[in-house]
């Protein structure tokens, strides 16, 4: 079997109130290479947003990869890391407060991602001094001000 292709992906969302105008950025690396994406919508919340940027980050890849995805959003990685998502499948998309899972669409799309690629979920501190999440985060700003703008 042939080895994957590493690649690291950093990602952020941003939201101008909850709900609000928002946007998401990631930047994806591998072989050497660097690449910048970027999306936002009108009216959406600041989770919506990070899960948006790993979905559109995973869905870029055209062949299973060996993923190392860094995010700062805690929603992200620990739904991974802590099993959340196992836990919500099986009890039918309800949370420990008993009320339906936020986002589930969202959800649903990542783990069918996910099962493309072997992706391991890394937490960054937001705002610190990791030069790719700022990036991430400026790239999702400017979409979420776009957006706040009508455009």
Known sequence: MAELT??????DGACSGNP??????????????SRELSGGEALTTNN????????????LLTRPCDVKLYSDS???V?????????GWQKKGWVNSAKDP????????????LTRK??????KVKGHADNEFNN???ELAVMQSRKFAKGS
């Open 6 to 11: 590493k690649v690291t992906i950093y990602t």
């Open 20 to 33: 609000g105008p928002g946007g998401w950025g990631a930047i994806l690396s591998a072989s050497g290479k």
């Open 48 to 59: 919506r947003m990070e899960l948006m940027a790993v979905i559109k980050s995973l869905e």
């Open 74 to 76: 805690a929603y992200v």
């Open 78 to 86: 620990n739904a991974f890391n802590q099993h959340w998502i196992d």
């Open 101 to 112: 899972v936020a986002n589930r669409d969202l959800w649903e799309q990542l783990i069918e």
């Open 117 to 122: 690629h072997k992706v391991e979920f890394i």
């Open 135 to 137: 990036r991430c985060d």
